[in-house]
């Protein structure tokens, strides 16, 4: 006592004063903290469920305000599964929250099974809730009132086509698409320009037309003799060669006027000599213009194109009426013609066609590649299988959780009698396409001691049935292998000959054994694959990158 007064004197009244808001604070600090500790709880509403019930799985976590909390998400509750997670209910009291998570679970076979702990993430640490005992209770069955049977065989099914007509439809669309293009540039009738309407006229309404739009013209206001006589002269050129047959406009003038008496004479052209004086006049004063620069008067050119128009009318008068044996050549001649107009369009259309199919063709070429594009258009297996709609399932139990391009069957498997003594139950699936040599197995199996597996023992069964069945050549390596949750196993693959089903002959191929297990259980993964099938290895990584195994039984 002594010694304290001492202490107390030593210390003085201001020194215990600042002694005493020390621990004051201390002790403030310390409720603070225990304030901030998590509170996890966890319950069930029973225990006791029949095979197909559901029971719900309720977490309580209490944390302040700032805390940041994870709930387990997904398949994490094996062997229970999860039906539904229902969302957070959320209370506030104070600066606290009370996060409430419920969710539903059921199990389709009977037994008594350990629900796992759970792990509740806050602030980056874990938690984990305690780990309950469910019993799973069969339904009781009245076999005198309902007969047993025995579980039926396997019923092959077709695959379902119910997706055809959207191919269909697909296919529809772009075959109206290039239809419609090919109607609108090719086929269709186009409406006629001006000057194609004038280009269908016969030669003489032609020609009359012409006439009429030169005197329209400015060539004499603006003092172009030489472009007015070059065209009054090529109008009547041109339809004395379409209308007579003559060659007028590479002739010259003296020429074209032998060629017209000829005509005349012969009985052909029954033109009077005035009517080819005329025209013999015109012609020789639009050479003079031409050529000579030379510039008649404006009432000179005017009486000339009448004089031309008259030549023309009188020209069309004098061409005698064709026979009938005529018309008939000259309808054949049209219809021939217009089968070959309509044979060019279809032409075009079909070429261009081909050409926008062989351009769609090289340009996916230069894009994915000889071969890929051929392996589509080919139908190759593999292809095939990768570019299908993959199905995410699971197999067994233990389950055994992977994608594969197929859903994996399950194969009835015999147990051997010497081996019923330590194996409870043996489940077994599998995919297998001969045409693309690719098969994907799983098999999940119990024992009815909790004793860890024989992976080595096994692996050398798988490898020995290989062999059975006329594989050879067979090389063997080992790694470990760590599923994307973490769960670990081993990884036996390797290469070796094999036998492609229904014949003797070898191929080069690969597999890749995948072992997991634990006290009482084991799960395995069998693939093989040709060797050098691109598609097939595509698809097997991405199977490996999908299985997810459950190590808790």
Not at 270 to 292: G, H, P
Not at 338 to 346: G, I
């Amino acid at each position: 006592m002594g010694v304290m007064n001492y202490v107390i004197r030593s210390w003085g009244p201001r020194t215990i004063m600042m002694r005493g808001l020390f621990l004051c604070a201390f002790c403030v600090s310390l409720i603070g903290f225990s304030q901030t500790t998590p509170n996890i709880t966890s319950e069930v509403d029973t225990t006791f469920i029949k095979i197909g019930d559901q029971l719900n799985f309720k977490v309580t976590v209490e944390v302040d305000s700032t805390d940041s909390v994870i709930f387990p998400e997904g398949q994490t509750f094996s062997p229970l599964e999860t039906v539904e997670a229902f969302a957070t209910d959320t209370t506030r009291k104070k600066d606290r929250f009370t996060l409430m998570k419920t969710y539903a679970l059921t199990q389709f076979d009977s037994g008594s099974y350990k629900l796992p702990a759970q792990r509740i993430e806050i602030n980056g640490k874990g938690y984990f809730t305690d780990s309950l005992r469910i019993d799973v209770a069969t339904v009781p069955v009245d076999t005198v009132a309902q007969k047993m049977y025995d579980i039926k065989p396997l019923i092959q099914v077709e695959k379902s086509n119910a997706g055809w007509w959207k191919i269909l439809l697909g296919i529809l669309v772009i075959l109206g698409i290039i239809a419609g293009i090919m109607y609108w540039f090719f086929l269709r009738k186009k409406p006629l320009t001006e000057a194609e309407k004038v280009a269908l006229l016969p030669p003489y309404d032609r020609a009359l037309l012409e006439l009429k739009k030169l005197d329209n013209s400015k060539y004499l206001i603006q003092d172009e003799y030489k472009q007015y006589y070059s065209e009054l002269t090529d109008i009547v050129r041109s339809y004395l060669e379409e209308d007579v047959n003559v060659s007028a406009l590479e002739s010259t003038t003296d020429e074209l006027i032998v060629k017209l008496e000829m005509m005349k004479d012969a009985g052909e052209l029954k033109l009077d000599n005035d009517t080819i004086k005329q025209f013999k006049s015109i012609l020789q004063t639009a050479d003079l213009v031409k050529f000579a620069k030379s510039k008649p008067p404006t009432n000179v050119a005017l009486q000339d194109r009448k004089a031309v128009e008259h030549i023309v009318v009188k020209t069309h008068e004098a061409i005698p009426e064709p026979t009938a044996e005529e018309l008939m050549e000259l309808e054949a001649y049209q219809d021939e013609l217009a089968h070959k107009r309509h044979r060019k369009k279809w032409m075009i259309a079909g070429a261009s066609a081909l050409g926008v199919l062989l351009i769609s063709v090289i340009a996916l070429t230069v894009h994915y590649g000889v071969s890929m594009v051929w392996d589509t258009v080919s139908g190759h297996p593999t292809k095939r299988l990768l570019d299908s709609e993959w199905v995410a399932s699971s197999y067994g139990y233990p389950p055994i959780q992977l994608e594969a391009p197929e859903v994996l069957v399950r194969q009835e498997v015999d147990i051997p009698e010497e081996a019923k003594a330590n194996i409870k139950e043996l489940q077994s699936f599998m995919f297998s396409d001969d045409k693309a040599l690719l098969t994907l197995a799983t098999t999940s199996t119990t024992f009815t001691q909790p004793a860890e597996p024989e992976f080595e023992k096994t692996i050398e069964q798988l490898l020995k049935g290989f062999e059975e069945k006329g594989a050879k050549n067979i090389i063997t390596k080992q790694e470990e292998f760590v599923t994307v949750t973490g769960v670990k196993g081993i990884k036996t693959y390797g290469s070796g000959k094999f036998k492609i089903p229904g014949s003797e002959e070898l191929v080069q191929g690969k597999y890749v054994i995948l072992s997991f297990g634990g006290k009482g259980f084991q799960q395995q993964v069998l693939l093989t694959w040709q060797d050098g099938d691109s598609y097939a290895e595509e698809i097997m990584n991405r199977v490996l990158s999908t299985i997810e195994v459950k190590t808790e039984v």
